[in-house]
């Protein structure tokens, strides 16, 4: 990944903590179909998978944060947890599903949340059948940790 690819992160970010929603997905979904378009070679792939969760989990937080969409997040937090993300990531891709099981619940729709397969490395890797979880409700956190970045 090219200094290009981060400074178009960062502009996705800068979006998403202005309040165009739309324009942060537009870029963050931008980038996250140009890292399907890596080689799948050993040297970038650890890279891809790396930036791969960090984009994911500015989708997820997007679409449930800002466009108040859990459905359409659940699929980027799990794309999180499938890219085998540092536990900080996983953690807060978790947390975002949670959210999302709540939202979806209130709501009165039910979902299913995949589980993330231990061995999976490609970018291709929601292509397998992971175990199916429903994610368990969680107690509603303190204001000053509702920030999806922290």
Known sequence: MDGDFQLQYQAAERAYGAGDYPEAR??????LNQL????????????VLGWRA?????????DLHGLEN???AVDFYQQ?????PQETLAELAQQGLERCQRAITASGTAIAVNSPSPNSRSINSR???PETA??????????????PFL
Not at 36 to 47: I, L, R, V
Not at 54 to 62: C, K, N, P, Q, R
Request: proline share 12%.
């Open 26 to 31: 537009r870029l963050a979904g931008d980038l």
């Open 36 to 47: 399907g378009d890596q080689p799948q070679d050993p040297d970038t792939q650890a890279a």
């Open 54 to 62: 960090f984009v994911a989990l500015l989708l997820g937080h997007i």
């Open 70 to 72: 859990p459905a359409c």
């Open 80 to 84: 999180v947890l499938d890219s085998q």
């Open 127 to 129: 292509a397998s059948q």
């Open 134 to 147: 429903v994610v368990p409700p969680r107690q509603m956190l303190p204001e000053l940790l509702r920030d």
